[in-house]
């Protein structure tokens, strides 16, 4: 199983210049390789990885800067951009900003990486063009190297080895059949099922305002000054302490819930739709003015949900579940907080207040938050246990109009049509080519078919099914002329009954004769 080993590093002066040329370089392939990629797409033509890397080789011989680099770096550079455009589109993939933008960079070949531990806290690592760096070792690798990615926080390197740790994920739980539903949210961060609560606070009172002084100290410089790089070095380690704080947390509860329950259900939460912004609201009897919208309240909601690291914490226990065989699925949020999980009636009124649940049709009582996720895993072990009809298992989603079409057809094609005529009652002497007056429908008789990833309609065959119902999409193939029921046909000029190419041939020519008089 791959994992990953984040160890600090202990540069020298020139190795940490060196690090930062190599990171700026990188920084400067992307938005280069991502401009020429944007480039061609106006002209409505493409460029891929291939062409860019032998494009990149071209221009080591003209430029030194980039002949001083790693290749391999560069080359992982191009990668990357080419899985993010796949990913995202070219259009949604940012630039890297030399400010916001963090450097790093990959060595891929960890068969070229040699490891030396020089005593109980430190080790070495000898990395292409870099040479020996020295990082503190506070766990052991545990398993084969395949890559190394060296990367910078605030004024601090890190190496980051991809470990093959040759552990296997185990086929059953130490905890069979447990499960429990998690209700994330702001008052408190974590609520389990059960009524378990798990909640920290990140940064103390005192910390937000000396990091909000800070913040303000940083607006006041002028941008390319030494003190405007002075006032973002200490506020940026303000913010990195709650940020290892946020880490930790969702570290700990992922380890919690991962060797404790054997089935764990999340809310499939937007959380990039839940903190956008409001939008303004202008004043029809003013032009040019706008009336109160509630932006001050929402962007305070916003840092709120932003602070407690919803995802983070998903994405820890997915890694986690891993080693313990624990089984992470989402479902859809709506009404959870809304639904009584007594009586399974929903009503808004039913949430007195952001603590208390209340139960308008069967008086039932208990804390919002474990009410909801109670429903979580409701809707979570209905899911696991009957997975939808037409979606393989591990199916990825679609990623365009098309493929979410095709996959409704497949799953309504699957749910009408049954998988022979003896299951649907009908007897065998019924099959094509029967002579009876019944209307015809569809029956399956093969699995779906997949096309470049794409889920088709089941090659169907029509056959005779007396008093079937028409369903949906199906029934248009059922209204077809009936002599498709019977047998197919034969083509002209191939024998069967058509015209041999002696008279096809005398045929055209009376008819051109004819044209011409």
Known sequence: MLTGRQYRLDLTPGQAEFAERIGAVCRSVWNTALEQRRTYRRRDAW????????????????FTWLAEVPGHCLQQTLIDLD???????????RWKSKAKTRPSFRFPEGAKIAIERLNRRWARAKLPKLGWVRFRITRPLGGRVKNATVSRDGTHWYVSFLVEDGVVTPERHDHPGSAVGIDRGVAKVVTRSDGIFHHQLFAREREVE???????RLARTQKGSARRKHAAAKLGKALAKVRRRRADFAAKIAHTLAAGFELIVFEALATKNMTAGVAPKPDPGQPGAF?????????????????????RIEL???????????????????????TCNVCTVVDRKSRQSQAVFRCTSCGHTEHADVNAAKNILTAGRAEHAQPRPG???????????????????????QGHATVSPELAGIPPTSVVGSASTATPTCTRAAPPRRVRGRRLLPAARLVHQPHAPHAGRL???????????????PRRGRGGGGPDPGERDQRLGSARRGAMV
Do not use: F, M
């Open 475 to 489: 029934a248009h193939r059922a209204r077809r002329p009936a002599r498709r029921l019977g047998r197919r046909k």
């Open 291 to 311: 009336l109160p919208n509630g932006a001050a309240s929402k962007s305070g909601l916003n840092r709120s949900i932003l602070d407690k690291g919803w995802h």
């Open 210 to 216: 000396h990091a909000a002084t800070l913040q303000r």
């Open 391 to 413: 979606a393989r298992a591990g199916a990825r989603k679609p990623r365009n109009r098309v493929g979410r079409k095709a996959n409704r057809q497949a799953t309504a094609a």
């Open 83 to 93: 899985q993010a455009c796949a990913r995202h589109g070219t259009w949604k993939v």
């Open 47 to 62: 460029i891929g990885y291939h062409e860019q890397a032998r494009q990149l080789a071209e221009a080591k011989g003209e």
């Open 316 to 338: 820890a226990t997915r890694s986690k579940a891993r080693y313990t065989g624990t089984h992470v699925i989402t479902v859809n949020p709506a009404y959870t907080s809304q």
